[in-house]
């Protein structure tokens, strides 16, 4: 048998030909609605970012965030891994919500939603602030603390920000699935993720067709699992079956809970 002949390894230099030095600049009308009114000033912002980005940075994130704790360090950088303000601590739901409630803002759009059957729906900063309070009292009605995970399976409906925006607001973590995923992917995420608690819906609307979410969570959860409890909302009407003593409606417990909910 011949000896096995190694070809000696090969530049592993990746040279990339995808440069793009084209500018496309936007209308008038168009840039002075936005933020950065103007080419000329985003490009100025772009060369301050590069030049200096950890300056940059620190600036837009002193400007523009709340913080409950300002950094000690804006970024340490040991490649190929990147830690950003360092020591500072925010809460994700009050930078998305309550920092524009003071003004003229919290009366416009924040989430403008429309379903495959046809609904439309719009939330202001204002209602969602509401709806995202009131759902955060009611996990923690349901035990629901800082620290604990939660998992969110359902269809893209509002509530699904809402819940996830909730979890933000109590310091709780979210995994959310897939809503076409199985029982068995839905199993091996709570269990993977020691969730205590799952938000679904009866169903949801894909393709035509009902997808039967609290049934798939049924089917994955079993009496040995970790689950203390589940939060189902209700959206397309099918039939479903209820634990006694784990399963709450979405609806009847917001009914029970109040709207301040300061972010942790």
Not at 120 to 141: D, G, I, P, S
Not at 228 to 253: C, L, P, T, Y
Request: glycine share 6%; aromatic share 10%; charged share 30%.
């Amino acid at each position: 048998m011949r000896p096995l002949r190694l070809t000696p390894p090969m530049n592993t230099n990746i040279e990339s030909h995808l440069t793009e030095n084209r500018k496309f600049k936007p209308r008038k009308s168009f840039s002075k609605h936005a933020h950065i009114s103007s080419f000329e000033r985003y490009e100025k912002l772009y060369r301050k970012s590069i030049k200096d980005p950890k300056r940059f940075w620190a600036k837009q994130a002193s400007e523009l965030l709340v913080w409950h704790k300002k950094w000690k360090k804006v970024l340490e950088w040991k490649e190929p891994f990147a830690k950003w303000f360092i020591g500072g601590q925010l809460n994700a739901s009050e930078n998305c919500l309550d920092r524009h409630l003071t003004g003229a803002r919290k009366h416009k759009a924040a989430l403008i939603w429309e379903s495959e059957p046809g609904e439309k729906r719009t939330l202001t900063y204002q209602q969602l602030h509401r709806e995202v309070c009131k759902f955060a009292n009611v996990l923690k009605r349901n035990g629901v603390r800082k620290g604990d995970r939660v998992v969110i399976y359902m269809s893209m409906c509002p509530e699904l920000a809402i819940a996830m925006l909730a979890c933000a607001r109590i310091g709780a973590i979210h995994s959310v699935i897939f809503g076409g995923f199985s029982s068995e992917a839905i199993k091996d995420r709570i269990r993977d993720s020691q969730a205590k608690l799952v938000i679904t819906a009866d169903g949801g609307y894909r393709r035509g067709a009902i997808v039967p979410l609290k049934k798939n969570v049924d089917d994955a959860l079993t009496d040995g699992d970790q689950i203390e409890g589940v939060i189902v909302f209700r959206r397309a009407g099918n039939e479903i079956q209820f634990k006694e003593g784990r399963d709450v409606w979405w609806h009847e417990e917001m009914r029970r809970v109040h709207s301040d909910c300061p972010p942790v």
